[in-house]
């Protein structure tokens, strides 16, 4: 019922018809996982450099129909940036304009959960931009990783101390390292974090 009542409110406010498709029935079984780069930590301010989107069906990550876009920023990076990211400016000088890269991506999302490592950086982030349009935040229904991770662990140690680093939730549930730290990679290995949490294993302390 509240998930019906926010895609009512949503299209209400919505300001530009052609982004309506946004506020469909999520089909069931199917999820995106989501992964950005950003000139910073702070998505009121900071720009979009790269977004990876992979969709997930079931226990299957398509990696195949993946979507991965660089954004051209709008003035050169600096050293700190570039160090925090890896992504340099001749890495970016073909990317997309924020508002084209963020439309692909809206369109390549539709109406599907969004799942993500503390999503609510990413749909700040992407949602900023889309906002001229939308009216409002991503409509999308969101899957936090760290929450369902935090979930199992409970269950197992309850009261006990849950590391949700990144890294210490990979290795805790067996993910391969898949070396680089960029928005594919990390997407990725997001996803196949999702499918096994879904199954709610027991999980052991780190």
Avoid: W
């Avoid at 530009?16 to 950005?36: I, S």
């Avoid at 539709?110 to 009216?135: K, S």
């Amino acid at each position: 019922m509240r998930a019906a009542l926010r895609r009512i409110l949503g299209r209400l406010r919505l300001r530009d018809p052609e982004l309506a498709y946004l506020f469909d029935p999520p089909p069931d079984g199917r999820v995106v996982c989501l992964d950005t780069e950003a000139t910073g930590l702070d998505p009121r301010k900071d720009q979009l450099l790269a977004v990876a989107a992979l969709p997930v069906e079931g226990d299957r990550v398509r990696t195949s129909e993946a979507l991965h876009l660089t954004v051209r920023p709008d003035r050169p990076l600096d050293k700190e940036n570039v160090r925090i990211h890896g992504l340099r400016n001749r890495d970016l000088a073909q990317g997309m304009d924020p508002e084209a890269a963020v439309d692909r991506l809206l369109r390549f999302i539709g109406p599907r959960p969004l799942v993500g490592y503390y999503l609510t950086f990413d749909c700040a982030l992407i949602g900023r931009i889309a906002r001229p349009r939308l009216g409002g935040p991503l409509p999308n229904p969101r899957i936090e990783v760290s929450g369902l991770y935090h979930d199992a662990k409970q269950a197992a140690i309850p009261r006990g101390f849950v590391d949700l680093r990144f890294e210490s939730m990979r290795r805790d549930l067996g993910i391969p390292d898949l070396g680089r730290h960029d928005a594919f990679s990390d997407a990725l290995t997001t996803a196949l974090m999702y499918i096994k949490l879904r199954h709610r294993p027991r999980l052991h302390r780190v």
